[in-house]
């Protein structure tokens, strides 16, 4: 079965310091999401890759997906309290789009 | 409207009850998923309908009954649960139903369960 490894588990940092989320998965991603989740509350998506070496950016966070498919990196540039919550990574196994796992989850607290 | 709406917010019942959460969605979206999250752990998948059949069961116990009726619907109906059962349970909808497709999911805002 696909297996995600995020990290790290929790992240403390500054507002206004940069910082990185990685996900790491056992196999190869045919579809890599960023979803930033708020306690208690439902997933809101951030961004969708699929193709090795894609990048994409929304506002001040960057996710990328590595040449084989198989890590993506979530970037936070200048991080503001607003940014704070859990990040979760989701693949989807091939042939079966349907069928989306998530990766344990990066919880960030972004200290004023 | 982009909005998955999730019925109740919170609910409270005991292991004798037979309850009802449902999940609604006017995008048009043909793929519906039961997903459930307990505390500090990532959403787990459940259930997943495509055209209104259910197309995946991850071995989900049967005191779980999902149902989706039409296109826009969704229920989970619960009966005889446990208190393990306590979590927040996900409804999320994706426009394309095939299972190439790779479309984003729209999450609800949940249901948090609690079984006495």
């Known amino acids: 079965s696909q297996e995600l490894e995020q990290s790290p588990q929790s992240l403390i940092v500054q507002e206004g310091k940069n910082l990185t989320i990685n996900c790491t998965s056992s196999?190869?991603?045919?579809?890599l999401y960023w979803y930033k989740q708020k306690y208690g509350e439902g997933l809101i998506f951030l961004m969708m890759?699929?193709?090795?070496?894609e990048e994409k950016s929304h506002e001040k966070i960057t996710a990328k997906l590595d040449e084989k498919k198989q890590q993506s990196s979530l970037h936070i540039t200048a991080s503001q309290p607003s940014h704070a919550g859990i990040y979760l990574c989701?693949?989807?196994?091939?042939?079966?789009?349907?069928?989306?796992?998530f990766g344990g989850g990066t919880r960030l607290m972004v200290k004023p | 409207d982009t909005e998955v709406t999730q019925t109740p917010k919170h609910l409270v019942m005991g292991m004798t009850n037979k309850k009802s959460l449902k999940c609604e969605q006017h995008?048009?979206?043909?793929?519906m998923y039961w997903y459930k999250q307990k505390a500090k752990k990532p959403p787990e998948l459940m259930f997943v309908?495509?055209?209104?059949?259910?197309?995946i069961n991850e071995s989900v116990p049967s005191r779980f009954s999902p149902e989706c009726p039409n296109s826009s619907l969704l229920n989970l109906h619960l009966h005889a649960l446990q208190p393990e059962d306590s979590a927040l349970y996900l409804c999320?909808?994706?426009?394309?139903?095939?299972?190439?497709?790779?479309?984003?999911?729209?999450f609800g805002e949940g249901s948090r369960l609690t079984v006495l």
């Open positions: 995008m048009g979206h043909r793929a």
């Open positions: 989701g693949a989807a196994k091939y042939n079966a789009g349907n069928m989306l796992t």
């Open positions: 309908y495509s055209y209104e059949k259910l197309s």
């Open positions: 999320a909808s994706r426009s394309g139903a095939g299972p190439s497709n790779t479309g984003e999911l729209f």
């Open positions: 196999k190869t991603l045919y579809g």
């Open positions: 890759l699929q193709k090795g070496g």
